[in-house]
């Protein structure tokens, strides 16, 4: 190793752990809580339900830890270290389906599991190191995959339709799939009644909600939560001047963007642009009927379709700070001054969105399609 | 160190306004440690008063679904038509059975802890321990009757029924299913060992035990099991322990005199179903079989037209009473039910008078005195005929007339009974004496317990 003389350290790391976990929302007797029996409304009377039934079974939630790295110093001033690791959960206490005839249908029980793997990449570098110039770099990078290995989800069953796969937070732990699964409809425009249409799993298209092939009807987009996070920030100091800047970087993953919708109090731009008359199927990019029976729903539907949901990955530069240090000079001494720093800041400063409609989950919506910056001015005196 | 004041002074502030916080309404989670923390966990509406399933209802021959799909798809439509499952998969909750034993799961908590609990006297103790013994009896009645072939001396040894559980631990195993002799056993058992300890008066809350409550369902459950003479005998100990007037529709000015059930005049031991505003639609055969005067038809069913009823799907029963006074029926027991035992077990003994006298007790009580006539005959049979139709009228989608069926059937009474269409045709049929009167035990339970031998069944 002496003879590779850019190394000046190099250490490899390896850990192997295990972790428990004592949930306290279960316990080996019942949890009751609080409600009031109001049977006879003139006399209300306390009374108990369920909250956890008893369970002498219970276990640790267990966490294996693995984890392989290296601290690296190269060069001069640059450092920083690689992790990986692979951390797998089980035993975890989960709400699971039990045998009926103990008096639940569910409960919470010791038996979901994930498992989570990816690495980490730090880098710490003083690129320039003079009396009065200093230029240095602070990366971060992450990759995480988590994925389902067990679990039990009420919500999603093999006869749950395909729009349950895609209400609320149902398919957020589904086993076999990543945590935070969104799934889509494959939307195929509109007929020539306005109303949505999809393909099915053959690629035949259909009008929405017939025939309901359940999860065929869907397919899987990806993951809601960032499998990618960087951080990259720098700082110059000249003399007793500095500026610092920072940049965010979220990527791999999926998000929703909203539909603009006619009948909402404030609709969003293009919300005007809806099926009107037959015909009107032909133009591209236009909005199902929203006068059909239940036309609200498909709005929803559709949103919840491979054409509105798109690459979440954005980037925002949060925070730039320029400053001026005193610091030494005569004035202030004479002023009994310790220290006088001129601060300007700025917030939220620019985000973009990856995608076609420049959204972004740091924004939550395009009618805005940007964060509101904050700028601040400081001066900050120490005596 | 100088901050610690502060602290201790906050602290000290938090935990006085705290405990006057919970001098005046407890909130929040807790574990079942005193006497009173049981006697709460009894009063429990969800699973304790709100305790049959309504899908009881859609077994019986008088309920109408003229607008079901074609084929039935949901769970309510599978039991209408007596299918053998109520699910296609493992992961759906299994109807009815789910129901009772999440009930039992109540009864058994108390029975499990009630010992070690603190505060209150073991008189106290010993009550609690009752009325779970009594309620935990009350719920095997039914499932013994949904699960297990009817009540036959001669092979209720062998016949299998469902499992008697009696731990409240998840991580205890589910036992095997016991025969309908030994759940009989239980029952007849817990409640003769609740007696000498339950309360006198349950009339500030008829969901809780009494010792009447205990005599009327030893009264159901001999009836069940087709022991007249037993259950006469405890019928008539329910009336002179507790209760014995049946409720008066013909004094009431209109329907919303009947109340909550809670409080409400002539009831012994109170259940409600689980859901309680459900509408059923009864089958015209069953409308026209009303006397047009009978209260019980202007008290519990709306859109009544003529009373031709020549419409399906148009007259509906309301569960809360025409009057929405809460006038939700009762599946538990009554002094009407304690009646019709009575009656009952008089007209299969030949005991005319008798039977006709308490039915002249409960009829006058559901005609306006002018449009009232006194039932009257000489012949046995008529008169057993009589009192069965009286219970029909009086046990409206209560979830009762399920178990009536079965019995009629085991006495070659029950005539078979169809499903229709909205078009008129026959999608389902229920022969007398078919397997389909004792319910196949759900895919969802035999998941876990894939041993269990399951009740034979014939389409």
Known sequence: MQSIAWVKTLKLRMAHGFNGNVAKEALPQVIASDVLNTLNPAAPVPALQILSYANSG?????????????????????????????????????????????????????????????????????????????????????????????????????????????????????????????????????????????????????????????????????????????????????????????????????????????????????????????????????????????????????????????????????????????????????????????????????????????????????????????????????? | MNKSPIIILLCVLLFTSCDKYLDVQPKGKRLLETVADYDAWLNNVNSIANAIPNELNLLQDNVDVPNITTPPTSVNDWVYIWRRQYADETTTPPVIWKDFYETIYYFNTVLEGIDEATGGTQQQKQMLKAEALLGRAFSYLYLVNLYGKIYNAGTAKEDLAVPFVTSNDLNTPTPARNTVQEIYDHIIADVTEALPHLPQDNSKNRFRGSVAAAYSVLARTYLYMGDYKNAAKYAQLALDNGPNEVLDYAAMPSAAGIKELITRPGTIYARLLKTTYTQYMPTLDYLRSFNVKDLRLAYHYVYLGDYTFTKRGETYHLGIGVAYSGAYPNCGTSVEEMRLILAECAARDNDLPKAINELDILRKARFKPDDYEKFESADQEEVLQKVLAERNFEFAFNGMRWFDMRRLDADGRMPEVNRYDGQGNVIASLPPHSPKYTLQIPIQVLYFNPDWPQNPWAD
Not at chain 1, 326 to 342: D, K, Q, T, V, Y
Request: aromatic share 14%; hydrophobic share 35%.
């Open chain 1, 58 to 383: 219970l276990r640790w939630e267990q966490t294996r830890n693995f984890n392989l790295g290296i601290n690296y110093e190269i060069f001069k001033g640059i450092s920083g270290s690689i992790d990986y690791y692979i951390k797998k959960s089980t035993d975890i206490l989960a709400t699971n389906q039990i045998d009926a005839t103990r008096g639940a249908t569910s409960a919470l029980i010791n038996e979901a599991s994930i498992r989570n793997s990816g690495f980490e990449v730090s880098l710490q570098a003083d690129w320039i190191s003079r009396r009065r110039f200093n230029w240095n770099t602070g990366l971060v990078f992450a990759h995480n995959k988590s994925k389902v290995l067990e679990v039990y989800n009420a919500d999603l069953t093999a006869s749950s339709g395909s729009w349950q796969y895609i209400s609320g937070s149902y398919s957020n732990y589904l086993k076999g799939y990543e945590v935070g699964a969104l799934f889509n409809y494959r939307y195929a425009g509109l007929d020539n009644t306005g109303y949505p249409l999809i393909y099915d799993s053959e690629g035949k298209i259909k009008p929405l909600f017939t025939n309901d092939a359940k999860i065929l009807d869907v397919s899987y987009a990806g993951s809601s939560i960032p499998v990618f996070n960087l951080g990259l920030s720098n700082r110059v100091d000249i003399g007793n001047f500095y500026v610092y800047c920072m940049v965010n970087y979220f990527g791999n993953f999926k998000v929703r963007v909203p539909v603009p919708n006619a009948s909402e109090k404030r609709p969003l731009k293009g919300a005007g642009n809806y099926w009107k008359q037959p015909g009107d199927e032909e133009i591209p990019g236009i909005l199902p009927n929203p006068t059909t029976s239940g036309g609200q729903q498909h709005y929803f539907h559709i949103a919840r379709s491979d054409k509105y949901t798109v690459n979440g990955a954005y980037l925002t530069i949060g925070d730039v700070t320029a400053a001026y240090s005193f610091r030494g000079s005569s004035w202030l001494r004479r002023a009994g001054i310790n220290n006088m720093e001129l601060k300007v800041q700025a917030s939220n400063l620019y985000t973009v969105g990856f995608n076609s409609y420049n959204y972004s989950l740091a924004t939550g919506s395009y009618a805005k399609p940007y964060m509101t910056p904050t700028y601040t001015a400081a001066i900050a005196i120490n005596f």
